[in-house]
Nanobody, 126 residues
Framework: QVQLVESGGGSVQAGGSLRLSCATS????????MGWFRQAPGKEREGVARIHTSSGSTAYDDSVKGRFSISQDNAKNTVFLQMNSLKPDDTAMYYC???????????????????WGQGTQVTVSS
């Protein structure tokens, strides 16, 4: 079993920054991959960033490359999403997710993640 608790969402003007946190606990194998996803009203959930917790390797959706950064603090079992240069299109509910490796790597597909947090709202105004 894995527990995930997000925090750090809020409202910000375009160009601003926010840092999301995801406190994790539970089975380490099931947290081999940690991802951030988002879902805007009327849209499908999309992968934003992911990190392989053992190697630290990261991957990003093209829409956030160069603006968002995923990182982890292993001592505190916390994963972060630093979001800079925010745009109105970034407005969504953001979810932290945990999953196992698939063919030896981590992916940005929501179907590969078995555990989800409750979500934290990010609103970017123009």
């Amino acid at each position: 079993q894995v527990q995930l608790v997000e925090s750090g969402g809020g409202s910000v003007q375009a160009g601003g920054s926010l840092r999301l946190s995801c406190a994790t606990s539970g089975d380490t194998y099931s947290r081999a991959c940690m991802g951030w996803f988002r879902q805007a009203p009327g849209k499908e959930r999309e992968g934003v960033a992911r990190i392989h917790t053992s190697s630290g390797s990261t991957a990003y959706d093209d829409s956030v490359k160069g603006r968002f950064s995923i990182s982890q603090d292993n001592a505190k079992n916390t994963v972060f999403l630093q979001m800079n240069s925010l745009k109105p299109d970034d407005t969504a509910m953001y979810y932290c997710a945990a999953g196992s490796l698939w063919f030896g790597t981590c992916w940005l597909y929501s179907s590969k993640y078995n555990y989800w947090g409750q979500g934290t709202q990010v609103t970017v105004s123009s």
